[in-house]
């Protein structure tokens, strides 16, 4: 038996981009910002368009309760290469848009009234549960995420999207492009589909490409979720 062997797992990470090389205002917004979510022992790569210190950037990101993995390419890559730090080759980000509608409960409650309110986006509240609703056709290089709560797609997705939530993502057309639930590690999380045809599915980090996806669940109602051994499980929706 090999000593080695190479399995497929895919982390998720946060990406932080820095405009200032001012580490007390950095502290400052990130405590700010650690506070208000669950985000301590989150995997980040660090953008920067500004000279860093980036050995105290990266002192500073662990003392904040952060996981450095790696830099973007670019202003801080020479410095990163000469501490053998990991460095990303620099990307085309996704465009994030806006969802067309947010419903926000507060996490104590138990029942949602008849009418409950739904309101234009704004501003999230870590006591608050969150569902994004859209209603166009999520188009590629588009990129839509919720990391308070669930995600309702009514029209679909094309394929180089992307969807990402913290929580259940319904797709209401052709899932095509990337469709990530239970971002931050939320197992119970679910993905429900009415065409299943993504370039990769994956919750709390357990992913499938294409070319894995069960053959007899391609363009199918399917529903997504992990099963006790952590497993990717495809199930047919009977309508």
Do not use: W
Request: one cysteine or more; glycine letters at 8%.
């Amino acid at each position: 038996m090999a000593d080695i062997r190479i399995t497929g797992r895919m982390v998720n990470f946060s990406r932080l981009v820095f405009d200032t090389n001012d580490y007390n205002a950095i502290r400052q917004q990130l405590t700010s910002t650690l506070n208000e979510g669950s985000y301590l022992g989150t995997l980040v790569i660090i953008d920067s368009t500004v000279e860093q210190e980036l050995i105290a950037l990266i002192q500073l990101l662990i003392d904040l309760g952060l996981q450095p993995m790696a830099v973007i390419d670019g202003v801080l890559g020479d410095e990163a290469r000469a501490i053998q730090f990991p460095v990303l080759p620099a990307d085309q980000p996704l465009q994030r848009i806006k969802a067309s509608k947010e419903q926000i409960i507060a996490h104590q409650a138990k029942d949602v009234p008849d009418n409950a309110a739904i309101q234009t986006p704004q501003k999230n509240t870590a006591s608050a549960q969150i569902t994004s609703y859209h209603d166009e056709i999520l188009r590629t290089g588009q990129c839509l995420v919720q990391d308070q709560g669930d995600i309702i797609l009514n029209a679909g997705m094309n394929s180089g999207s992307e969807v990402i939530a913290s929580g259940n993502i319904h797709i209401y057309g052709n899932a095509r492009g990337r469709v990530i639930a239970g971002a931050g590690g939320h197992t119970s999380a679910r993905i429900f589909c009415n065409s299943l045809e993504a370039e990769l599915v994956s919750i709390a980090g357990t992913y499938c490409v294409a070319d894995d996806i069960p053959k007899d669940m391609i363009r199918k109602p399917v529903h997504i979720y992990l099963n006790n051994k952590q497993e990717l499980e495809f199930e047919a929706l009977q309508f």
